[in-house]
């Protein structure tokens, strides 16, 4: 990236701050989900920025036009701060898209408020997406994602899907759920359990979709309600044997052992969960390998870089992250031991 790319990051960042602080946000129409959200970026805005800085860099990177002729999409955009970075960039085209129609509402509101036009708004999920995007001619040029890879439930058929747009593409997901970090694997692993085994309560800006029961005693209700033949313990064998499942392939294991007494499903980690309504994860580890596997078999180039740590409100952790960063610096991008977060960098050619 040259020096007038990067001033135009920064101006952009600096921009987008300055009409973020202008917004009322208890008198905008907008759900308490990306309220809460929104509060979040702006009360902590340098240290999303610089990970949204790092993310945007290595995407314009990517740019085998001008930007001001470049199509920008922000896929699972939640509040759409990174499409307001985009518009901000000057990017010729700027598509939103989310699964949770409320977010896709607001973040109509939020742009119009931001005086920000998207090009598009797409509501759905990557199947849906990708037929929105074919349908009405839409060639991106750059896909970006912050925070929502360690979310999807299937990332093989994501990957399918993803690479049936009629265009070539680059794509980055930035992730802070990097597995290969000791530290971050630990806490998350923490976080999975406590949803697996104890659910989280509903807070201010709770997600309607989202489930606050465990995602055990959730299973364990989904199979009682589809097979009341079962007794008590064969319900919390299966529910456990069926940890990382969604409703529908919860149901199709557990007919599968009705019928042949044998649950051909095995949990392939040992931690790793999701809510077995909507299939979100709770912060996946993923096997990196595995899924460079399966992006080269669709025909498709991988690689995966580290990035830097991002300074806090609070200066005492600052000096041992900047410590960190130097010796990610030295370590060099595809080491992800030290690294906060990691970017799946996808190229479709």
């Known amino acids: 990236m040259d020096s007038l790319e990067h001033s135009q990051i920064e101006k952009a960042i600096d921009n987008l701050h300055s009409k973020l602080h202008k917004l009322n946000l208890n008198h905008l129409n907008i759900t308490d989900y990306n309220k809460e959200y929104l509060q ?43 499409s307001y970075l985009a518009s901000e960039i000057g990017f010729k085209s700027v598509i939103y898209n989310d699964i949770y129609q409320k977010s896709v509402d607001d973040v109509k509101v939020l742009s119009r408020e ?14 849906q997406f990708v037929e929105k995007t074919n349908s009405n001619n839409i060639r991106p040029d750059l896909i970006c994602s912050f925070d929502v890879l360690e979310h999807i439930y299937d990332l093989e058929k994501w990957i399918i ?7 070539k593409f680059s794509l980055l997901f930035m992730t802070s759920a990097n597995s290969r970090n000791p530290y971050v694997n630990n806490r998350l692993k923490k976080l999975q359990r406590k949803a697996e085994y104890e659910g989280f309560n509903k807070t201010i800006g709770w997600k309607e979709t989202d489930l606050n029961s ?11 309600k589809k097979f009341p033949q079962f007794k008590d313990n064969e319900i919390k064998e299966l529910s456990s044997k069926t940890r990382g499942l969604k409703k529908d392939d919860i149901e199709e294991v557990v007919q599968n052992y009705i019928k042949k007494n044998v649950i051909n499903y095995h949990i392939s980690h040992p931690t790793n969960t ?10 996946n580890l993923i096997d990196l390998k595995r899924l460079k596997k399966i992006i ?5 180039k991988v690689n995966i870089t580290n990035s830097f740590y991002s300074n806090s409100n609070n200066k005492i ?6 410590l960190l960063n130097l010796v990610i610096k030295i370590l060099g991008s595809k080491n992800l031991f030290f690294s906060p977060t990691y970017t799946l960098e996808i190229q479709k050619d």
């Open 40 to 82: 979040k970026y702006i009360a902590n805005y340098s240290f999303y920025m610089s990970l949204y800085s790092q993310l945007l860099q290595k995407a314009i990177k990517k740019l085998k036009k001008p930007i001001s002729e470049s199509i920008f999409v922000d896929y699972g955009g939640g509040v759409g701060i990174l």
């Open 114 to 127: 931001l005086g920000m036009k998207m090009d598009a708004y797409i509501c759905g999920d990557v199947d």
């Open 161 to 167: 899907s993803i690479a049936n747009i009629h265009s």
């Open 214 to 224: 465990s995602f055990l005693e959730a299973r364990k209700n989904i199979i009682r």
């Open 274 to 283: 999701c809510d077995p309504y909507t299939g979100n994860r709770t912060e």
């Open 296 to 300: 080269r078999k669709n025909n498709l």
């Open 317 to 322: 952790f600052n000096v041992p992250k900047q």
